[in-house]
């Protein structure tokens, strides 16, 4: 079999486990309810709740283990700006002003006036405020408990709730009880949400700058960069690592902007952005932890702006990730690869020693020369998708289109579904009791959510003109 053939293979295995374009989409839409059901929590009217991660780009689904379901609280009290002026006039938001200076470039530090030091505090009780040379800086020590109210006995029993403290994120890991499990009507089930606090941030350069960046291929378009350029991003209270001040730093993030960047790719860009989260997760990140689907994401993003749309087709499939992990391995070598939003900001700075660069450098010339992507996809250690290219290989012809059709279409009740979510959202909000003030929707059947999107996207589903 060639490498043309291969790729085809590749592209509906994909298929099979549930990464058909269609598929995508559809998850990422009932992802989208989780955070429509968050943000309808009347304990939480001072949040926005973000959907964020594999779940809203629809990469992930519900019985990943691997996957928790990720979201940015932010503060609406809040705004951080470059430039003071816009919002003279308003008392509605309490304002910080954003120092980049004496900061590696995607971080900043906030300052805020002596008057509101008291405000701050009272809206975010767990950050500090640091004089600096007679300047009020807004620091952190990576703690978010302040969303964890722990002084709170009203939790309900039906739940068991654990927070984990993760750089500038926390977990909230929840389980349904037995003597509950009847009422959701589903199995006993666990699952964990990340929360990471952030502030809205707006500045009048990094967008600009790169909505005004060459480029030479047809991704993005322009009406998506001209979208993008509009849009505000956040600060998230993570420094940047190794320096004294790093409690003083925060980082700044384009997530939504990023988000619509994934929703915007084709069903090949997709499938290869599934191929090299695959590879980082079973090779390269067992050598280097620092080598997360978000070096990936970006690894991606990168790869199709330079890319002519001809080279994103089913039979290029394996071809594309051949080029796309050998520009990793010249990032890896140099220790430098550019965030895509803030190319100024050096994702590999400080993440991994000499040492670590060689093992990486070698495992991709391994991967990539020696013992070659087909081999090395179609191994046990891939798992799921090693059975699913041997299952593929054994179909003939006919019933390749019919497993690939199968997988890729909408179930037949996925709208049934999402309008039953929809409802249940709101019936769930009157009639079970929050678990805090801090995850008052949780309790708004999330089994049954889970459940939902486990079933909407099943292969075994009954399909549109199927």
């Given at each position: 079999?060639?490498?043309?053939?291969?790729?085809?293979?590749?592209?509906?295995?994909?298929?099979?486990?549930?990464?058909?374009?269609?598929?995508?989409?559809?998850?990422?839409?009932?992802?989208?309810?989780?955070?429509?059901?968050?943000?309808?929590?009347?304990?939480?009217e001072?949040?926005?709740?973000?959907?964020?991660?594999?779940?809203?780009?629809?990469?992930?689904?519900?019985?990943?283990?691997?996957?928790?379901?990720?979201?940015?609280?932010?503060?609406?009290?809040?705004?951080?700006?470059?430039?003071?002026?816009?919002?003279?006039?308003?008392?509605?938001?309490?304002?910080?002003?954003?120092?980049?200076?004496?900061?590696?470039?995607?971080?900043?530090?906030?300052?805020?006036?002596?008057?509101?030091?008291?405000?701050?505090?009272?809206?975010?009780?767990?950050?500090?405020?640091?004089?600096?040379?007679?300047?009020?800086?807004?620091?952190?020590?990576?703690?978010?408990?302040?969303?964890?109210?722990?002084?709170?006995?009203?939790?309900?029993?039906?739940?068991?709730?654990?927070?984990?403290?993760?750089?500038?994120?926390?977990t909230?890991?929840?389980?349904?009880?037995?003597?509950?499990?009847?009422?959701?009507?589903?199995?006993?089930?666990?699952?964990?949400?990340?929360?990471?606090?952030?502030?809205?941030f707006?500045?009048?350069?990094?967008?600009?700058?790169?909505?005004?960046?060459k480029?030479?291929?047809?991704?993005?378009?322009?009406?998506?960069?001209?979208?993008?350029?509009?849009?505000t991003?956040?600060?998230?209270?993570?420094?940047?690592?190794g320096?004294?001040?790093?409690?003083?730093?925060?980082?700044?993030?384009?997530?939504?902007?990023?988000?619509?960047?994934?929703?915007?790719?084709?069903?090949?860009?997709?499938?290869?952005?599934?191929?090299?989260?695959?590879?980082?997760?079973?090779?390269?990140?067992?050598?280097?932890?620092?080598?997360?689907?978000?070096?990936?994401?970006?690894?991606?993003?990168?790869?199709?702006?330079?890319?002519?749309?001809?080279?994103?087709?089913h039979?290029?499939?394996?071809?594309?990730?051949?080029?796309?992990?050998?520009?990793?391995?010249?990032?890896?070598?140099?220790?430098?690869?550019?965030?895509?939003?803030?190319?100024?900001?050096?994702?590999?700075?400080?993440?991994?020693?000499?040492?670590?660069?060689?093992?990486?450098?070698?495992?991709?010339?391994?991967?990539l020369?020696?013992?070659?992507?087909?081999?090395v996809?179609?191994?046990?250690?891939?798992?799921?998708?090693?059975?699913?290219?041997?299952?593929?290989?054994?179909?003939?012809?006919?019933?390749?289109?019919?497993?690939?059709q199968?997988?890729?279409?909408?179930?037949?009740?996925?709208?049934?579904?999402?309008?039953?979510?929809?409802?249940?959202?709101?019936?769930?909000?009157?009639?079970?009791?929050?678990?805090?003030?801090?995850?008052?929707?949780l309790?708004?059947?999330?089994?049954?959510?889970?459940?939902?999107?486990?079933?909407?996207?099943?292969?075994?589903?009954?399909?549109?003109?199927?």
């Open positions: 079999m060639n490498k043309k053939e291969f790729s085809c293979v590749i592209s509906k295995a994909l298929d099979t486990m549930k990464y058909g374009y269609d598929d995508i989409k559809i998850r990422a839409k009932l992802y989208r309810l989780c955070e429509t059901i968050m943000n309808k929590s009347e304990d939480i001072e949040l926005i709740s973000i959907l964020a991660g594999s779940k809203a780009e629809g990469v992930s689904f519900a019985e990943d283990p691997d996957s928790d379901t990720d979201f940015m609280l932010v503060k609406k009290q809040c705004i951080c700006c470059d430039n003071l002026h816009p919002y003279d006039n308003g008392p509605e938001k309490m304002i910080l002003l954003t120092v980049r200076d004496n900061t590696a470039p995607g971080y900043t530090k906030l300052k805020c006036k002596g008057s509101d030091m008291d405000k701050i505090t009272n809206i975010m009780p767990d950050l500090i405020i640091q004089n600096v040379e007679g300047q009020n800086f807004v620091g952190h020590l990576l703690d978010t408990s302040n969303f964890n109210d722990s002084d709170d006995d009203d939790n309900d029993d039906d739940y068991e709730n654990s927070f984990i403290v993760s750089g500038p994120a926390f909230a890991a929840c389980s349904v009880s037995n003597d509950n499990a009847n009422s959701f009507i589903c199995p006993i089930i666990s699952f964990s949400w990340d929360f990471a606090l952030a502030v809205e707006t500045c009048t350069d990094h967008l600009q700058k790169w909505k005004e960046r480029r030479f291929n047809s991704w993005p378009g322009k009406d998506l960069i001209e979208e993008i350029s509009q849009m991003g956040h600060v998230v209270p993570v420094g940047n690592k320096r004294e001040s790093a409690h003083l730093e925060w980082r700044i993030t384009y997530t939504e902007a990023e988000l619509k960047l994934i929703h915007s790719l084709n069903e090949i860009q997709i499938k290869l952005y599934i191929l090299l989260r695959m590879v980082a997760k079973k090779i390269l990140k067992p050598i280097c932890a620092e080598i997360s689907s978000y070096i990936m994401k970006n690894v991606l993003f990168w790869f199709v702006e330079r890319s002519p749309s001809y080279r994103f087709q039979e290029h499939l394996i071809g594309i990730l051949h080029l796309a992990l050998r520009s990793l391995q010249r990032c890896i070598h140099r220790k430098r690869l550019s965030n895509y939003m803030i190319p100024e900001r050096n994702m590999f700075a400080r993440r991994f020693s000499d040492v670590i660069k060689v093992q990486l450098v070698e495992e991709l010339h391994k991967l020369y020696v013992q070659g992507l087909p081999f996809l179609g191994q046990d250690e891939f798992g799921p998708l090693s059975v699913a290219v041997k299952h593929v290989m054994l179909f003939s012809k006919r019933e390749h289109s019919e497993v690939s199968s997988a890729s279409n909408l179930s037949i009740n996925t709208q049934q579904l999402l309008q039953e979510m929809f409802e249940k959202a709101n019936e769930m909000q009157n009639q079970i009791k929050t678990t805090g003030a801090l995850l008052p929707v309790n708004n059947d999330p089994v049954r959510f889970e459940d939902s999107v486990t079933r909407a996207t099943s292969p075994s589903s009954k399909v549109i003109g199927g």
